[in-house]
């Protein structure tokens, strides 16, 4: 009888379960914040969607260039795979570590700060209760998760739908209110033209941002090399279709002019359209959006730190995949662990997301660039290699995405403050503990994902609950 210690991932999870989390990570709170940001960077309404599309069609560059990878290594471990087959163990455990550390554990506490302020408004709790509704979300989906994966996909069903319902919802309210006066709008002077159509695109590619967290799922899905590109690519068209919606009705309700001024962008068209009282149904959005992307959060960020534990003897105990929930429970464990330790020390910052979005950008944009120079050298080294699916287009598409990462880790770093310092000082600490970890225990090479974690389509439908 096969013990939990030694069990592997089940197939569990359909094309509609995978999109879910997808939609889930990205589809959160962004949207929210963002379009003013844009709006002031942008000198015309036709210019303000058709960045929102531009920036669509640079996630679908990057959604395409992971589905090679994930359908050709499907595994847990997603980047960390990628990155350690590519370019050594050494670079793939500096990613788990940032990921555990700053990347995945930062983006939860962000995402917990954002669910409580808005159930603050619905129902304060003192000074700190912004705090304390983060730490019980985070607790609350944390045990849901690690009752199992079962639970945890049925439960991102649910808030995915609700949320993507919700914003479609707010689309048509807009959309079929009638449009006022437009005001004159002043575009941006010609000098500044190219730098302000940039930043509004830093700001956009922001929103969008989640969609790779679908290759951490890839060994789970019913048909991993298929599944996945189906996953990325679906997705992928769902969420521009919401953002290019919700953003048209900002526009048609409010008007770029007013788009620019205003610091709670939905709050403000639902106020127009439908009254004071709408600003509690759009709290409750918020909250539900908010958790969606806090549970997908939870369940993708975890399978990173069990194939860790699988390649290195001194962290075998994250390796464990339990069986009974089929789900890597003590990842799932420690990662909120550390992402409630930040909750607790944001709860006495003046702004907790503020603080969790600075510390995780730069680090974030430097492992997804080396994800993309990973593909060409991957696509060097074993020609050989069955590929499912290939990216169209090879290079010019994958080039593109690596440009684009390359620009935001620069643009994260220089306007940005002492947060991204920190986080890039807290990445680097993880060499010293690399050395300290392989010592006298040298790490294997990087296993073969096709044969750890993708076997013949037999074993795979023995896995199958």
Known sequence: MTTPARSLPRASL???????????????????????????????????????????????????????????????????????RAFGQPTGFLFAWARISVIQTGAIAAVAFVFGDYAQQLHPLGPYGTAFYAAAALAALTALNVAGTLQGKSAQNLFTGLTFCALIALAAIGLAAPSPAAAAVAAPALGEAGGALGLAMIFILLTYGGWNEAAYISAELRDSRRDVVRVLVFGTAAIAAAYVLINLAYLHVLGLAALRESSAVAADMMRLVLGERSAQVLSLVICAAALSTLNATIFTGARVYHALGEDMARLRGLGLWNGRGNNPRNAILVQSAIAMALVAFGAFRPDGFHAMVEYTAPVFWLFLLLVGIAFFVLRRREPERERPFRVPFYPYKPLLFCLTCAWLLYASLAYTGLGALVGVAVLLLGIPLYVYVQRRLPLPDAPDTEADTAPDPATRAARRP
């Open 14 to 84: 359909s094309v509609t379960d995978g999109v879910a989390v997808m939609v889930g990570i990205v589809v959160g709170i962004g949207i929210f914040k963002t379009p003013p940001l844009v709006a002031a960077n942008v000198g015309s309404e036709f210019t303000f969607i058709a960045v929102w599309v531009l920036g669509a069609a640079i996630t679908l560059v990057g959604a395409l260039v992971y589905a090679e990878l994930a359908a050709t290594y499907p595994s847990t471990g997603g980047e960390y795979r990628f990155l350690a």
